[in-house]
């Protein structure tokens, strides 16, 4: 049978456990998940580069055999096809990220009529959280105990300390 490939792309700038969570749930439906991350052009220079995002990623999954780490430039729809994806994963929390998913959605759809995106919901611990609040947290020193596993926490801790030290 074919296996259900699936692609969850992002900044991940850092990976937090709302990610994870969703990676959790998601290898319940998906028999592989492929965790997309993007090489950052237009959007804000990210915090960690694109290598330390991907190894951070790579690092908090590695208990899965079923998750690979790539990552991606350029359309959405050109990775998807590139890695013989069925679906894109998505995570939903409230109902201020629903304008910006459709927006993605229908224009994904146009650049390829066959693009699906099956959206899952993290747990409600997770509800309120987000890579940008994190790194906002972290910068001024605040703890993100809970929001990021331990290696993250670290690694955030050692990014802002290197910066402030400048
Ligand atoms: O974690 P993010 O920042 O919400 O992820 C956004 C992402 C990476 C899914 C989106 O920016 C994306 O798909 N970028 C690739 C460029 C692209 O395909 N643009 C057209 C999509 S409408």
Request: proline residues 4%; glycine residues 6%.
């Amino acid at each position: 049978m074919k296996k259900v490939v699936a692609i969850y792309p992002g900044t991940f700038d850092p990976v937090t456990n709302g990610h994870l969570d969703l990676i959790q749930r998601s290898l319940r439906i998906f028999d592989e998940l492929i965790v997309g991350v993007l090489v950052n052009r237009e959007k804000a220079p990210a915090l960690f580069s694109v290598e330390e995002r991907i190894e951070m990623l790579r690092e908090t999954t590695a208990g899965y055999g079923n998750v690979r780490v790539e990552q991606f430039e350029g359309l959405l729809v050109d990775f998807v096809k590139r890695m013989n994806a069925d679906a894109v994963l998505r995570g939903i929390r409230a109902i201020s990220d629903y304008e910006y998913e459709m927006q993605m959605v229908w224009m994904n759809r146009k650049l390829n009529p066959h693009f699906e995106t099956i959206f899952m919901m993290p747990s409600e611990a997770y509800a309120f959280l987000s890579s940008r609040l994190v790194r906002q947290i972290a910068s001024y020193g605040g703890s993100v105990k809970n929001l990021v596993p331990p290696l993250i926490e670290a690694r955030l801790m050692a990014k802002f300390a290197v910066t402030s030290r400048k």
